[in-house]
């Protein structure tokens, strides 16, 4: 079974700093392109940082000189370090899985973990 599980998030106050992090487990032979969302009280689930499997990336406008999306594909981790938090960062942030192969060559599109939330305070 492929799990996401992301861990690292919590209350900060404005220009603080998290990392967070994602671990795919499961019988995972490859993983494909990885992000991270989130999602704020009242708004629609949005794009964060994507990182592609050579390790391009892109950001939103708003974020972008702040967040840095890396990972790690030995140990099947992708992280997200956020600095200079603004209380506007505040949602519930989700680590997310184009696709992916298990060891059984079976292709699984579009996983989605449970959601970390963090918040900023003023």
């Known amino acids: 079974q492929v799990q996401l599980v992301e861990s690292g998030g919590g209350l900060v106050r404005a220009g603080g700093s998290l990392r967070l992090s994602c671990a795919v487990s499961?019988?995972?032979?490859?993983?494909?392109?990885m992000g991270w969302y989130r999602q704020a009280p009242g708004l629609q689930r949005e794009l964060v940082a994507g990182?592609?499997?050579?390790?391009?990336?892109n950001y939103a406008d708003p974020v972008k000189g702040r967040f840095t999306i890396s990972r790690d594909d030995a140990k099947k981790m992708v992280y997200l370090q956020m600095n200079d938090l603004k209380p506007e960062d505040t949602a519930v942030y989700y680590c997310n899985v184009n696709s992916l192969i298990t060891r059984r060559w079976r292709v699984v599109n579009d996983v989605w973990g449970q959601g970390t939330q963090v918040t900023v305070s003023s």
């Open positions: 990182i592609t499997t050579d390790s391009s990336t």
């Open positions: 499961g019988n995972i032979l490859s993983v494909n392109d």
